[in-house]
């Protein structure tokens, strides 16, 4: 009843192939966005946008980026902490390179360095499939993890081994650096978000996503049909890394402002994946709520005793959060292994046909 | 740059053969240990097809409880006893809880399962036993701690520790036994059947559930014995964790499925990380350990995908 597409017919190709074709949808995704840019900076204090909004939309936009490689081209990679990593790093150098160059733009330039690594390591891909492949991925987060630690020159010979980001202005705003408001980088981490979003929302419905996904669900039978593999495969870890270079490099940008190369460990890579996995594989919408719900859930949890007026010590709160996320994944993975964009499905077929059950 | 690649290290070599025998042992023994962890990976996956990656934690798990029980005036081996029956516990509840609801799932929902597993004992063992090393109680267990220093040559020294040696026997022990287990008992037939074909061994009454429990009861009694073992060289803490990571190169060089796959794998990262480490490290800057048997094991599957003693990988469209 309230999402009844019936009666909305399309009389033109364009409306036929549009990004949203159902009325609701358009109407949602415009709500969704209103309260993204308009809501959330009118009423949210500092605190709930700097850790909760940036990390959310960053981990979402990596979580989308290892998506299109695991989801969508069914190549398993535990390496995405690392690819991270690497475009942090690449944006820290490209900075102090060139202080006077617009920051915005070189974040997004830094992913370009991620691809070509992650292509590098995508090489192997041809030959060793599924859990087998996890070792390439594996080692690429251990080589470059060793990388960030033992080449002076990435984080400028600093003492501390960390990367610490200077002070840039972007017309006339301060967009990074400890001065930079929250208000700031909330509306640049979420501008590139939306648009990269968009971006492989598209992206997946062409050409390319197509071959990403018949790669994924045989490749064998793909090659048959046409499809090049060694050209799609290196495509899917190119455009994955480079998503998750940029979401690593806004990482520390415009939320940590500092990071060590622990920042990007093979927790951070687990992370990322659970995201992927508990939203469900080959779903946008799926990385956003996967990014949510292990983001949040923590940080709503620690503040759970205190609610109660319970006082309870700092380190078995983190125990606890630790066994009740395993449990919680689990549970999640048995109830609905096709993740939390497959639960949103459910609603929208509940809803259709609503108040008849048939 | 050439030279110091390819001749230099073995001129080393060749100039202390007694340091090169301590770091060939240094890498056999870890490279045991690396199998013992593989092994407890090679049993679950050979009988459920899972890739259990919380075999890294139930080697801390179990060491933990074993020290932690002795703290709280356990005699050494009643808690040795305890501590396998929290193990055979823990994997009946694995087996119910976790594994039973996702038969058939595709195997990274059941990576994904184990990894979840991970973090809830991670938690479960802070909380219990806190976050601090725990010594290893070695005298208690009758274990050797001394040294023996071997003359070798004129002027070379070979030093060996008897909680190493210990460790190589109490491995091949287990393998042993882990061998006899399945080729000789009813159960190791079962186990077989099942790692063979599900739907088979079912259809002759083979309860795969029972069997699955025993599984994991079985590598949890290999990561019983490999926490002792760390545990004796280190500390017991939530650190040995990340020894998990190194036995995945070990298990994919050997392939998932075999146990002589995972001892020879084991060796050979074993002995390719120190080699590597000791005399070819010192070129970049040093510790290459940590992904030196990611490349090793990365290197022998582009020339055999599916490891080295894996079945065959047969592919039909």
């Known amino acids: 009843m309230f999402y009844r597409e019936a009666g909305q017919f399309k009389t033109t190709y364009e409306a036929d192939q549009a990004l949203f074709p159902i009325r609701q949808d358009r109407i949602a995704m415009g709500l969704i966005l209103a309260v993204a840019f308009v809501a959330i900076p009118l009423l949210a204090n500092d605190f709930f946008l700097t850790s909760i909004m940036i990390p959310f939309l960053v981990f979402s936009l990596a979580a989308i980026g290892l998506n299109i490689l695991t989801g969508f081209a069914g190549q398993l990679s535990l390496g995405s902490g690392a690819f991270m990593g690497v475009g942090a790093y690449a944006a820290y150098k490209l900075t102090s390179i060139f202080p006077d160059a617009n920051v915005i733009v070189l974040v997004l330039i830094s992913g370009v360095f991620s691809a070509g690594i992650g292509a590098i390591f995508g090489l192997p891909s041809l030959r060793i499939k599924g859990l087998y492949l996890a070792v390439t991925t594996l080692a690429a987060q251990f080589f470059l993890e060793w990388c960030f630690i033992r080449i002076p020159w990435l984080y400028n010979y600093n003492a501390s081994g960390a990367i610490e980001i200077p002070r840039r202005e972007v017309f006339g705003v301060i967009v990074t650096g400890a001065e930079a408001l929250p208000l700031t980088r909330y509306f640049i981490v979420l501008s590139i978000v939306v648009v990269i979003a968009f971006l492989v929302a598209n992206v997946i419905r062409g050409r390319i996503g197509r071959s990403w996904m018949m790669i994924r669900d045989m490749d064998i039978a793909a090659e048959l049909m046409g499809v090049r593999p060694l050209q799609t495969k290196l495509l899917a870890f190119g455009v994955s890394s480079y998503i998750c270079g940029v979401a690593g490099a806004m990482m520390v940008f415009f939320w940590l402002n500092a990071a060590e190369p622990s920042s990007y460990s093979i927790t951070l890579s687990f992370q990322i994946l659970f995201m992927v996995i508990l939203g469900g594989l080959g779903s946008i919408a799926g990385s956003f709520l996967g990014a949510a719900f292990i983001w949040i859930l923590p940080v709503f949890l620690r503040f759970l005793p205190g609610l109660f007026g319970v006082e309870v010590a700092a380190e078995s709160i983190q125990h606890v959060t630790f066994m009740i996320v395993g449990a919680l994944i689990i549970f999640f993975l048995i109830v609905e292994p096709h993740g939390l964009a497959r639960l949103w499905q459910i609603g929208k077929q509940k809803l259709r046909v609503w108040p008849f059950p048939y | ?317």
Do not use: C
């Not at chain 2, 040559?153 to 061998?179: F, N, P, T, W, Y």
């Open chain 2, 1 to 317: 740059m050439l030279y110091d690649i390819f001749i230099d290290p073995f001129v080393q070599m060749g100039a202390q053969p007694d340091f090169l025998i301590q770091v060939l042992w240094e890498g056999f023994v870890s490279g045991i240990l690396y199998a013992l962890i593989a092994l407890g990976f090679v049993l679950i996956f050979k009988a459920s097809g899972v890739f259990n990656f919380a075999q890294g934690i139930m080697v801390v798990f179990a060491g933990l409880t074993l020290v932690g029980l002795h703290e709280q005036g356990v005699p050494a081996f009643l808690a040795l006893i305890l501590t396998i029956g929290v193990m055979g516990v823990l994997a009946y509840g694995i087996e119910r809880v976790v594994m039973r609801p996702l038969v058939n799932q595709p195997d990274i929902i059941l990576l994904m399962a184990t990894i979840g597993l991970t973090y809830f004992l991670i938690g479960f063992g802070e909380f219990v036993f806190g976050g601090e090393p725990k010594r290893m109680i070695t005298e208690e267990l009758w274990l050797p701690t001394g040294s023996t220093a071997i003359e070798f040559g004129e002027r070379g020294l070979v030093l060996l520790q008897h909680i190493d040696i210990a460790a190589a026997v109490i491995a091949v022990l287990m393998v042993s036994g882990l061998a006899l287990f399945f080729n000789k008992t009813r159960i190791g037939r079962a186990l077989r059947a099942v790692a063979d074909d599900h739907q088979a061994a079912l259809s002759v009454g083979i309860s795969l559930n029972q069997i699955w429990a025993i599984v994991w009861f079985a590598a949890g009694i290999v990561a019983l014995a490999t926490g002792i073992m760390w545990g004796a060289r280190s500390d017991v803490s939530f650190a040995l964790e990340i020894v998990a990571f190194k036995a995945l190169p070990v298990l994919i060089l050997g392939g998932f499925t075999s146990v002589p796959g995972a001892i020879i794998g084991g060796l050979i990262i074993g002995f390719g990380e120190k080699l590597g480490e000791i005399y070819w490290g010192p070129l970049v800057g040093g510790g290459i350990e940590s992904w030196l048997a990611y490349i090793i094991a990365l290197i022998f599957l582009l020339f055999r995908p599916q490891g080295l003693f894996g079945e065959r990988i047969i592919e039909r469209v």
